[in-house]
Each structure stands twice: as C-alpha cells, then as structure tokens.
C-alpha cells in the first residue's frame, strides 16, 4: 500500500489535474521511486530546535558542512525564518508523535509527522512545516489533509486540540480550527485520489514490461 509523507500528500493535492495524474503515475511506478527530498535534512534541523531545543547557533553551523551547499543555504535560511517567526509568535513548545491515517477502502494511507508543538491562545497545536516551492500551496486542499488527522489524536490524553501547517515560504499559519468542519470535502477527495490511484495502477498493469537487455535478437533462434 502506498504511504504519503504530508509534505508529499499536500503537494499531490495542490497540483492541478494534468500534472497531478502524473505525479501519481510517478508514485506507483516502482522503478521511478521518490527522488532525494531537498528538505528533508531541514525539517530534521527544525524538529531538533523547536521540539528538541538544541540551540539554532550550533544547527545553523550544521548545515555549513553540508555537501550540497544549495541545501544548506536553503535550511540556514529557513531556520533564520523560523527564528524570526518565534519571535512574532510565542507560546510553550511540545512535541508530538506522528499518526498514520489509511483510506477508507486501504488503497493507500498518509502520514502526519508535526515538526513541533507549540501552544497558541492556550490550545496545543499539532505544525507540520512546509517548505516546496512549486507548486503553490492549495488552503482549501491543505485543511481538507489535515481534517484526516482530526480524530487520530483525539482519543489520547496530552495531545494536540489543534492541527496546522506553516509555510516557510509567506509565513502563513494554516490552522484547521481557522475553517469549519471538512468532513465532506475529504470525504469528497479521498474517494477521487482512491479512484485515481486504481485507474492510474491498471494502466500501468496493463502496458508490457519493457523488454530485458541480453534478450533474443531477430535472426538468433536456436
């Protein structure tokens, strides 16, 4: 079964159709694979500073011995907004565990990882951080994810009341509390994305494997 980071989930979401058939191609061709996550080594820095507390000094001086300088220009610069972004929105930091949410008929499942917990007006918010340049974060799509992830921490004492996003990129916090219930909206494009994903996979079965280097040639029968 295919498993969704939330990252890579949001973005599925925020494609428009073309695009996003192909990106789901992508995603169920097994030779393709996932491709090196630009961010990944970031959003680690982020949940040991906000979660972890490590100081960003000795983080930022991390990503100075990066072998991909472009990376870690990218993650110094991201960490310097999330410095400035404490700055103008204080509130007790926590840490949360991730949830995993399957589909209502197991074709494929999404995992919500919060890079850190921070407590805002007084209620315990659940921030998954978002860092992708293209394309452009969706706001209807990106609180119809999170309302997936509403009732997986409810039952547990200690966690959060409160499900979010934040973009790097302009800053905005997209808080699911912000918006009223997207029980039929998810509803809605899960049963597409399970639709998508099945036509999308029976074309691929469908078409021949392609053909195996050292294989007959014409001419070179027995």
Do not use: C
Not at 89 to 104: H, K, N, Q
Not at 114 to 139: C, M, N, R, S
Not at 212 to 218: L, Y
Request: aromatic share 10%; no cysteine; glycine share 8%.
């Amino acid at each position: 079964m295919t498993t969704f980071g939330f990252s890579a989930f949001l973005k599925m979401l925020s494609l428009p159709v073309r695009p996003q058939r192909t990106e789901m191609r992508n995603r169920l061709l097994p030779s393709v694979g996932q491709g090196y996550d630009f961010h990944r080594q970031f959003r680690l820095l982020a949940r040991r500073h906000l979660s972890g507390g490590e100081p960003l000094a000795d983080l930022l001086a991390e990503t100075e011995r990066y072998g991909n300088a472009a990376e870690g220009r990218a993650a110094r610069d991201a960490l310097r907004f999330l410095e400035s972004w404490r700055e103008r929105t204080p509130g007790r930091l926590m840490a949360f565990e991730p949830r995993t949410w399957e589909s209502p008929n197991s074709i494929f499942k999404v995992s919500f990882t919060p890079d850190f917990g921070i407590e805002l007006g007084g209620i315990p918010t659940a921030v998954h951080i978002w860092k992708t340049q293209k394309p452009p974060l969706d706001a209807r799509m990106t609180y119809t994810a999170l309302s997936l992830f509403s009732d997986q921490y409810a039952a547990t004492a200690g966690q959060p009341s409160d499900l979010a996003v934040l973009s790097v990129l302009d800053g905005r916090l997209y808080r699911l509390s912000d918006v009223p219930d997207q029980t039929v909206l998810s509803a809605s494009v899960v049963a597409f994305l399970e639709n998508l994903m099945g036509e999308t996979q029976e074309d691929i079965d469908r078409r021949p494997p392609p053909p195996q280097p050292g294989g007959d040639r014409p001419g070179q029968g027995a």
